[in-house]
Each structure stands twice: as C-alpha cells, then as structure tokens.
C-alpha cells in the first residue's frame, strides 16, 4: 500500500509556484503542470510547501509517562503541527540509557508512523550526573543514536562533560547541554531580577546558563568535538555563543518557540502554563535571540514540547513543574515571532527548521529540502490564517500550552511523511491508516536496501 499524491499549486519556500508529485515514497517530479495519474490530489493554492520540519527537542514521556505523553500521542501532536521527524528526549523512566530502550522508544515510533521518531541518548546513567551512560551501544543500536542529553538536568561536573565529549566525537555524535549551574538555581522558580523579587519567587539569574555554556564551548574547542547548546534563553548566552562561532568552536544552539514570543511578565499572574525551564526572560533577552536566530548563531528552533498531566500544573506555582506543549504551535509561533516581524523569511525557516536540526541530528534525507528524488516529507501551511489558539488544536495529552485563548497566524493544511498523508484538510490522518501506510513502506524500503 502506497500512495501517489499530487500536489497542485503549491509555493516553495523561495517564491516558486510548482506541482509535487509523490510517487513511492519520494518527491518523483516539480514542475508547472505535471500531468500524472495520482490516488490523491491536493489543491495547495495558496500554501507554502516546507520541507517536513524536525525538531531536536521533544519530550514524549514514553516509557514511563504514559499519562502525560505516548510516543503515539506525542507523533500525532507533531504532524498536526508539521513535522515530519522528533527527537525524543532521554528523560523517560527507564531513563533512555541503554541500547534496549532507545530501541524500544524507536520501533514505538516506527509503529505508530505518523514522524520518524529518533531517540537521544542519556549521556549519564539515570541522568544522574555520576557516569557515563552506555553511549557506544547506543550509538551502535538499531536506534542508531546520534545526540546525547540528560536534558532537564545539567551534565554539570566538567570532567564528564569532556569524556562524554570525547566518547561522541569517535562516531559523530553531538552532546546537548540543558545549560543550569545547579547550585546558582536551586529552588529558581522565575527570571531573576526586579520582577521576581516584586512576585517573592526566587530568582533564575541569567548567568547560571551563560557560565556553563562559556565551560562548555571551551571544552568543546579543548576536545575538538560538536557541542549543542539546548534551549538558549538569554541575551549573554546568544554573545558567547556568537565569540565561539567566530573562533571555530564546533558549536550550535537552538531557542524555542516561547523564547521567541514571550516574556517574563506572564509570570505576574502567578499561571502556571507561563513556568518553564529554562524560565521565560526580560524583553532584551528575547530580541536577543530573534536577532541570534536572524544571524545565524542560534542555529534552529527546537520546541522542548513538554506535557505534563493537568495535576502537575493546576497547582501553586511554585508546586507546579516546568515545561509547555509546543509541537501544535511551533510553526504559528515562529510565524508570529520572526517571518511576520520581517527578521526571517521562508527559506530560513526551512533551514532553522528542517536542515538545519537534521543536519545536527544526523537525520538523512533532509539535506536537499523539497527536490526531485528526496524523500518524501513535507508540509503544506497557510501562512494567512488566523485563528484563536485553543484545546481544539492540542492532538498531545498535554493542555499546557501557553497560548491558549490568543489568536496564532497560520495552519497546517497537510503533512507528507514517508510520501503517505499524516495530516489532510487540517486534520490527522486516522491512526489504522497511518500504521498500514508506516508498515508498507519500511517493506518497501527494506526491500531498497536488499535489492
Ligand atoms: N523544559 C521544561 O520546562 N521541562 C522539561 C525539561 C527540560 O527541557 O529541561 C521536561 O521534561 O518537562
Ligand atoms: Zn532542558
Ligand atoms: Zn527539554
């Protein structure tokens, strides 16, 4: 079972009208008017073609935390918002440290088929920060783990730090750094500074990020390995990523989508939704990573999609955890913050979004964007939309989203993966019919590699 989709009329990131043919998985033919039996055809008038978008941060809680996210629930919540690939975070329970689980959660996402879902690898046993995690039989897996993170904690003892960097550069790899100090943020509930003392909340100060993302460049520059700095959040933290850029250092960055919108002041109100880690920043901070993401010293956008149950939420702020969902809203989000403020334009958006992170992940197939023999994967958007954000639009287990009840521009019309329909008209494809879809093309694919 697969399917040959026409795409009519749509305008690729660069301004170019054209027509996509997909035909066995891949994008067969770009041109005017292809003329060509399909099972499927969209009338794309008016929609922007980008390549599938990938993130590199993505929490799908599975295995462990079921009644916050599935790698199921967590997919679905991703094609509805346009990605074709996620990488699933290591904090899972077990945590995501040994070959078996990474190949647990991979063929999870094989199984569901509606993203490629590519573990990341714990970089300490348990994230606890004492040893190192089995990296080598990670990378050697099925699973075929590339990035390596205790993400939500900080690989905060400099020694581990620099053998993880180590072990990784023999095959490619990349470690990315949730960037905390642990001992300048113990109990942090907010941005330090005049508004978290008004609030009576203690202070995050931005320098427990810049201090260890300034060890780490250097240790990295020390090493010569690939270093990735997740979730960056500050004005000082954009300025020592951009000196290590300018001296070679191997380094890449991503901001996520509420970094780019949203301030501190949310936090005024004491609403949970508003509490993340890293905590949102001053004004300053956020054109700083506009202009970080502009310039190309923060490298992609990643959206730390971050469910959490009702309960863990619906609670004193200072009881309630940290994290936002993201994946339903990244697109619009990135559309409101940077393309409608004129500071990127849809190519850009196709590298900070798509080739980019792959590229980082060692995701193939992603290089060449929307071209004639690439894979398969991407999505259909209508940039003039406008619609007030709410539940409805959540596909995730998680209500957490920050942008509840505001009005978001644009909306995912359609989402290629694979070359078979994950989203149509804006909704998910049913899941039975995804699965069938996932199951026939890695035949087919399997079938590539032994023929
Ligand atoms: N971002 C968050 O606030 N929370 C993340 C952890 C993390 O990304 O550090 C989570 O796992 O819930
Ligand atoms: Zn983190
Ligand atoms: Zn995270």
């Given at each position: 079972?697969?399917?040959?989709?026409?795409?009519?009329?749509?305008?690729?990131?660069?301004?170019?009208r054209?027509d996509?043919?997909?035909?066995?998985?891949v994008?067969?033919?770009?041109?005017?008017a292809?003329f060509?039996?399909?099972?499927?055809?969209?009338?794309?008038?008016?929609?922007?073609?980008?390549?599938?978008?990938?993130?590199?941060?993505?929490h799908?809680r599975e295995?462990?935390?079921?009644?916050?996210?599935?790698?199921?629930?967590g997919?679905?919540?991703?094609?509805?918002g346009?990605?074709?690939?996620?990488?699933?975070m290591?904090?899972?329970?077990?945590?995501a440290?040994?070959?078996g689980?990474?190949?647990?959660?991979?063929?999870?996402?094989?199984a569901?088929?509606?993203?490629t879902?590519?573990?990341?690898?714990?970089?300490t046993?348990?994230?606890?920060g004492?040893?190192?995690?089995?990296i080598?039989a990670?990378?050697?897996?099925?699973a075929r783990v590339?990035?390596?993170?205790?993400?939500g904690?900080?690989?905060?003892?400099?020694?581990?730090m620099r053998?993880?960097?180590?072990?990784?550069?023999?095959?490619?790899g990349?470690v990315?750094?949730?960037?905390?100090?642990p001992?300048?943020?113990e109990?942090a509930?907010?941005?330090?500074?005049?508004?978290?003392?008004?609030?009576?909340?203690?202070?995050?100060?931005?320098?427990?990020?810049?201090?260890?993302?300034?060890r780490d460049?250097?240790l990295a520059?020390?090493?010569?390995a690939?270093?990735?700095?997740?979730?960056?959040?500050?004005?000082?933290?954009?300025?020592?990523?951009r000196?290590?850029?300018?001296?070679?250092?191997?380094?890449t960055?991503?901001v996520?989508?509420?970094h780019?919108?949203?301030?501190e002041?949310?936090?005024?109100?004491y609403?949970?939704?508003y509490k993340?880690?890293?905590?949102?920043?001053?004004?300053?901070?956020?054109?700083?990573?506009?202009?970080g993401?502009?310039d190309?010293?923060?490298?992609?956008?990643?959206?730390d999609?971050?469910?959490?149950?009702?309960?863990?939420?619906?609670?004193?702020?200072?009881?309630?955890?940290f994290?936002m969902v993201?994946?339903?809203?990244?697109?619009s989000?990135?559309?409101?913050?940077?393309?409608?403020?004129?500071?990127?334009?849809?190519?850009?958006?196709?590298?900070?979004f798509?080739?980019?992170p792959a590229?980082?992940?060692?995701?193939?197939?992603?290089d060449?964007?929307?071209?004639?023999?690439?894979?398969?994967?991407?999505?259909?958007?209508?940039?003039?939309?406008?619609?007030?954000f709410d539940?409805s639009?959540?596909?995730?287990?998680?209500?957490?989203s920050?942008?509840?009840?505001?009005?978001?521009p644009?909306?995912?019309?359609?989402?290629?993966?694979?070359?078979?329909?994950t989203?149509?008209?804006?909704e998910?494809?049913?899941?039975?019919?995804?699965a069938?879809?996932a199951?026939?093309?890695?035949?087919?694919?399997?079938?590539?590699?032994?023929?």
């Open positions: 079972m697969t399917e040959t989709i026409l795409v009519r009329g749509a305008t690729l990131a660069d301004g170019t054209t996509i043919l997909v035909r066995a998985g994008i067969a033919e770009l041109g005017k292809i060509a039996s399909a099972d499927r055809l969209i009338d794309a008038d008016g929609l922007i073609a980008l390549p599938g978008l990938v993130d590199l941060h993505t799908l295995p462990g935390f079921e009644q916050s996210e599935t790698v199921l629930t997919s679905r919540a991703a094609a509805i346009g990605f074709t690939a996620v990488h699933a290591a904090n899972t329970s077990p945590v440290d040994t070959a689980v990474v190949e647990q959660v991979q063929a999870l996402g094989v569901a088929g509606y993203v879902v590519r573990p990341i690898g714990a970089v046993v348990g994230l606890e004492r040893q190192l995690a089995e080598g990670m990378a050697n897996s099925r590339r990035v390596f993170s205790d993400d904690k900080c690989v905060s003892d400099a020694l581990l053998r993880a960097l180590e072990y990784v550069t023999t095959f490619g990349v990315a750094q949730h960037a905390q100090e001992r300048l943020t109990g509930q907010m941005n330090e500074g005049t508004l978290s003392g008004e609030l009576g909340l203690a202070g995050w100060p931005a320098v427990a990020e810049e201090s260890i993302i300034a460049v250097l520059q020390h090493v010569g690939r270093l990735h700095i997740c979730h960056l959040s500050t004005a000082g933290s954009v300025d020592v990523v000196w290590a850029k300018a001296r070679g250092i191997a380094v960055a991503e996520t989508p509420h780019l919108l949203l301030t002041q949310l936090a005024s109100g609403d949970s939704r993340v880690n890293p905590p949102l920043r001053r004004d300053e901070d956020v054109h700083a990573v506009r202009a993401l502009a190309g010293t923060i490298d992609i956008v990643a959206t999609h971050a469910p959490h149950p009702v309960e863990a939420k619906d609670c004193e702020w200072e009881a309630a955890a994290g993201g994946l339903e809203s990244a697109l989000v990135v559309q409101a913050s940077v393309v409608d403020t004129g500071l990127l334009d849809w190519s850009d958006v196709a590298r900070v798509s080739r980019a590229a980082i992940g060692r995701l193939d197939g992603y060449r964007g929307i071209a004639v023999g690439s894979p398969a994967e991407f999505t259909l958007y209508d940039a003039s939309a406008s619609r007030v539940t639009r959540l596909r995730g287990k998680g209500l957490n920050p942008y509840l009840e505001t009005t978001l644009g909306r995912v019309v359609a989402t290629i993966h694979d070359g078979y329909a989203v149509l008209d804006g998910l494809v049913e899941a039975d019919a995804v069938r879809f199951a026939a093309a890695g035949a087919r694919e399997a079938g590539v590699r032994n023929g």
